[in-house]
């Protein structure tokens, strides 16, 4: 039998800076969304264009704030609500952890939804370009889930050479399933989202990569969830699902819709609201 991993003890800070301290966790998520937004800028330049760069810079912003008030409002209703609902104020304390995934995509999407319309830009086409660099988030807080030691697989053969024991979840050997994510849903689905939005012919279908980003999102997170540990507050549901498989199955619905809808119109080019404007004073 192969020797068992023993999960090493990763301390959740990173640095400390007097009395502040950096976690992991909170590096992932702003290395994330500086390195996407800097991504992001490029995307929208692209043929057909679909904002300026200076938009995606005001956007940051929202998207920011789409990430942590959805995250956390989602993980407080779709996985705990009644003990949120008895001490209200712990919603507050983010530091204890407490972040849904789903709940920050929701956040998301409300974002790009007002911010286009208060921009004039096809809420579609820009959304396409923004959904490209969402996997390498999800990437960076599988690895933090990781070292925090958290997030745990299920019980795996003892002669899986990756099996690992997870100090807080027993002496039975685990799948690290948080790297497993970290895989599908980060490198492997960001790769994908990456090659398929250099063509020229996929951005002039607006909706198609979105639908791409959510439908992709669903098959990883519900395959993952089968070595994955559920919520012990949560358990099993019906049929040995998971609370992370049945939040995806609307995901995997509205993303088939979107490509399958982006595929059926024609191919048209998105034009930004001042060319639109010089097309229309070119006209007799």
Do not use: K
């Not at 070292?147 to 690992?164: F, V, Y």
């Not at 997870?166 to 849903?185: D, I, M, N, T, V």
């Not at 990569?209 to 919520?231: H, I, M, N, Q, T």
């Amino acid at each position: 039998m192969l020797p068992v991993l023993i999960f090493p003890q990763f301390d959740p800070v990173m640095v400390h800076v007097g009395p502040l301290a950096i976690r992991w966790y909170a590096m992932a998520y702003i290395t994330a969304l500086l390195v996407g937004w800097r991504l992001v800028r490029h995307l929208v330049s692209l043929a057909p264009r679909a904002a300026t760069p200076e938009q995606v810079d005001d956007f940051l912003t929202w998207a920011t704030l789409g990430v942590v008030l959805g995250g956390r409002v989602g993980y407080i209703l779709f996985y705990q609500p009644q003990i949120y609902l008895e001490h209200p104020l712990a919603a507050l304390q983010v530091w204890h952890g407490g972040m849904s995934f789903h709940g920050g995509a929701l956040g998301v999407v409300a974002a790009l939804a007002l911010f286009s319309w208060r921009n004039g830009l096809s809420f579609l086409a820009f959304s396409d370009r923004v959904t490209i660099v969402v996997p390498m988030g999800l990437g960076l807080g599988r690895v933090a889930n990781f070292i925090n030691g958290e997030l745990w697989g299920r019980a795996a053969p003892a002669d899986l050479p990756w099996a690992m024991v997870f100090p807080q979840a027993g002496p039975e050997p685990r799948h690290p399933s948080e790297l497993y994510e970290a895989l599908l849903e980060g490198a492997v689905l960001f790769t994908v989202m990456w090659l398929v939005g250099r063509s020229a012919r996929i951005r002039e279908r607006p909706g198609f990569l979105a639908g791409l980003f959510l439908f992709g999102y669903a098959v990883a997170r519900s395959f993952c969830e089968f070595f994955r540990e559920p919520d012990a507050f949560i358990g099993f549901l019906p049929f040995g699902t998971t609370m992370g498989q049945i939040l995806c199955i609307p995901m995997a619905i509205a993303g088939a819709g979107l490509m399958a809808q982006a595929m059926l119109r024609p191919p048209r080019p998105v034009l930004m609201p001042a060319e639109a404007g010089a097309v229309g004073a070119d006209r007799p």
